[in-house]
Each structure stands twice: as structure tokens, then as C-alpha cells.
């Protein structure tokens, strides 16, 4: 069974760092594009940040830009978020996400919730990040 995992989540000072981790496994595990997005209680799912696969693109939402970076190594399955400069609003539970068909458009999967649910097949259970002022 194809399944995603997140780790690196944990508590923080603002202005601190953290970098999250994302690993895919399974039977014919590939991902085409992958993305982070970021909930909190009571509040809508929001699109973090998107790559595809082969690197060859990358989307960040404004309210991380500059902040955030995505990356990836496809040898190792994986997906990363470095996040910098971090503010007590970025406070969350982080979801990694994976296209597995080559139906992924990065912008459209940050930009709108309805496509990232339609264009991402996989999700993770989520690694939650805690920032203090």
C-alpha cells in the first residue's frame, strides 16, 4: 500500500527554523508532483508549497515566500520543507501530498483546494509544528 510520512514537526521560537521531511514507499510507489499544505482547528486547509518531481518547478504560497523552500530527491522518494523565519502564525499540522498519475498542475493544487483534492492521490497523516513569540 503506497503511503507518505512526515517527520521533522516539533516546537520552535519565531525567527527559528525547522525542515520537514516527507517519505512515499510502497508497491510501484512514483510521484509526479508532490505538495505541502498546513491546518489548523477551524480553519481551511491551506497549499503551502508544490514541486514536481523532475525539479523542474516549484510553487510557494505568498504567505511563505521567501520564508519556505521545497525540495525533493526522487532517489530517495522524498520531499522537504525548509522553513525559516518562522512566525507564530505558521503554527500547524503540516500534510505532504503526491500525485501518482501525472495529473498535477503545482500552481493549481496550492492555488485551490478543489484541485489539490481532485490532482493528489496520496496524503500523509500530517506532522505538527509549533511556533512561539
Known amino acids: 500500500q503506497v503511503q507518505l510520512v512526515e517527520s521533522g514537526g516539533g516546537s520552535a521560537e519565531a525567527g527559528g527554523a525547522l525542515r520537514l521531511s516527507c517519505v512515499g514507499s510502497?508497491?510501484?510507489?512514483?510521484?509526479?508532483?508532490m505538495a505541502w499544505f498546513r491546518q489548523t482547528p477551524g480553519k481551511e486547509r491551506e497549499g503551502v508549497a508544490a514541486i514536481y518531481t523532475t525539479g523542474t518547478a516549484t510553487v510557494v504560497a505568498r504567505s511563505v515566500e521567501g520564508r519556505f523552500t521545497i525540495s525533493e530527491d526522487s532517489a530517495k522518494n522524498a520531499l522537504y520543507l525548509q522553513m525559516n523565519s518562522l512566525k507564530p502564525e505558521d503554527t500547524a499540522t503540516y500534510y505532504c501530498?503526491?500525485?501518482?498519475?501525472?495529473?498535477?498542475?503545482?500552481?493549481?493544487?496550492?492555488?485551490?483546494?478543489?484541485?489539490?483534492?481532485?490532482?493528489?492521490?496520496?496524503w500523509g497523516q500530517g506532522t505538527m509544528v509549533t511556533v512561539s513569540s
Open positions: 510502497g508497491v510501484g510507489y512514483k510521484a509526479y508532483c
Open positions: 501530498a503526491a500525485d501518482l498519475t501525472g495529473n498535477c498542475d503545482i500552481a493549481d493544487v496550492i492555488r485551490s483546494r478543489d484541485a489539490a483534492r481532485a490532482q493528489l492521490d496520496v
